[in-house]
């Protein structure tokens, strides 16, 4: 029988190394010296897998990894980090996806990438009892994996649903992605959607955040949730209109702030928060991330979590009902 959690995560697996931030792009031929290179999990669902069972929550990951080193020391980690890996499958002929994070200071990353493995995994492994077993499927990275396909999408999450398990779905956007192709189909199925402004521009047309939101609700989505970087985020739901800001953190490497963010905002809805309190622990588990290097590293613990929630105030606004942002989605 599957093992019981509070969130089956599903997508991409990467193995991410990362360098401190260097004083500029060394040229051609030239060596340039980092105070530290560092070795992590990356990925969408991965890492937020590993900010849940930070904070206390049962989550599993369902992926695809080599049978190479990367491969092995990413399993390894997850173990670690008290991830459910019994549903990370293990490609014998495909290397491990990795990424090179470059950090420039005072510039935005860098990335070279590999898609490896990810390229493989289509979710078909994931089971009706693995999904049944689960009280919320995040699906991370979706647009990014060819064979994980919009229709195979609808199956996992049509399957939830009727299941009655929640659904979340966040996004990697390339510069091929056919956008409406993708999520047309899966929006009406998900109940809670999590992209940036930049992707959700992407996938809009809209350069507000807010309009961006109305949006992607139009298109199906039962929440929205847009995050800005320094900006907060912004969230539209069924019940709720509402606007965040930040928590002021010094920022020494912002990989994985977005999952980071989606774990705690999720934790918050596991755990029977009002969508205020889930930006709030969402926005915090954000700040935490940034303070180290890598996806996962500095993210706070339960009770860390809790008391920097109680200790700093966050400003939420509710936004005034709109009038619709003329966008007519493609059905």
Request: hydrophobic share 40%; net charge negative; proline share 4%.
């Amino acid at each position: 029988m599957p093992t019981p959690l509070d969130c089956l995560c599903a997508g991409i697996v990467v193995a991410d190394t990362v360098c401190h931030p260097i004083a500029r792009m060394p040229a051609q031929g030239v060596l340039i010296k980092t105070d530290r290179i560092e070795f992590s999990i990356g990925g969408c669902p991965a890492n937020v897998a590993v900010d849940m069972a930070r904070i206390g929550l049962k989550s599993g990951i369902s992926g695809r990894v080599g049978a190479d080193l990367f491969g092995r020391e990413v399993r390894n980690l997850l173990n670690a980090s008290g991830v459910d890996t019994s549903q990370l499958e293990t490609s014998e002929t495909t290397p491990t996806s990795t990424t090179f994070v470059l950090n420039v200071a005072g510039e935005d990353r860098r990335f070279i990438h590999c898609v490896g493995a990810n390229a493989e995994y289509d979710g078909m492994h994931v089971t009706e009892d693995a999904i049944r077993a689960a009280k919320m499927l995040f699906v991370g990275g979706f647009c990014l994996m060819d064979s994980l396909t919009p229709e195979r999408t609808v199956r996992l999450f049509r399957c939830a649903r009727d299941n009655g398990v929640l659904t979340a779905l966040n996004v990697v956007l390339s510069e091929s992605t056919d956008t409406m192709a993708w999520l047309n189909p899966v929006l009406p199925w998900t109940d809670y959607f999590f992209c940036n402004n930049d992707e959700a521009e992407r996938i809009t047309g809209q350069t507000d955040s807010v309009k961006q939101a109305e949006a992607l609700r139009d298109l199906g989505a039962k929440t929205a949730i847009v995050t800005q970087g320094e900006r907060g985020a912004v969230l539209i739901g069924p019940n709720a209109r509402l606007s965040t800001g930040v928590f002021p953190v010094k920022t020494v490497d912002a990989t994985g702030t977005g999952d980071a963010f989606s774990a705690g905002f999720l934790y918050g809805v596991l755990k029977g928060k009002n969508v205020a309190e889930c930006l709030k622990l969402g926005t915090a588990m954000g700040a935490s991330c940034v303070r180290s290097m890598g996806a996962t590293t500095g993210v706070f613990n339960s009770a860390e979590l809790a008391e920097f929630v109680l200790s700093n105030h966050l400003e939420i606004e509710a936004l005034e009902e709109g009038r619709g942002c003329g966008f007519q989605p493609q059905r």
